[in-house]
């Protein structure tokens, strides 16, 4: 089966606009779905597990890159400072 290189387009802005509800529970799923290169996900699925009350997952989402060496500047460093 091949993969719809523009799914994942769709697939932020109907969690973006979950998320933008309230609706984490139901955002985060899509989150997921976007292949792991997608510019933010990592920021959007730390968002969504924050409103989740899921606060050690969220962390552990922003430390993953940081922890294996992977060059993280910006946004993920400040989204770990936030939560």
Not at 8 to 31: C, K, S, V
């Amino acid at each position: 089966m091949k993969t719809d290189p523009l799914a994942a387009r769709p697939r932020y802005i109907l969690a973006n606009a979950l998320m933008a509800a309230g609706r984490f529970d139901e955002a985060a799923p899509h989150i997921q779905k976007l292949p792991d290169d997608f510019p933010g996900k990592i920021n959007w699925l730390e968002r969504a597990r924050v409103g989740q009350g899921r606060i050690r997952e969220a962390i552990e989402i922003l430390e993953d890159p940081i922890n294996r060496g992977d060059e993280v500047t910006g946004e993920p460093r400040g989204f770990l400072g936030y939560v």
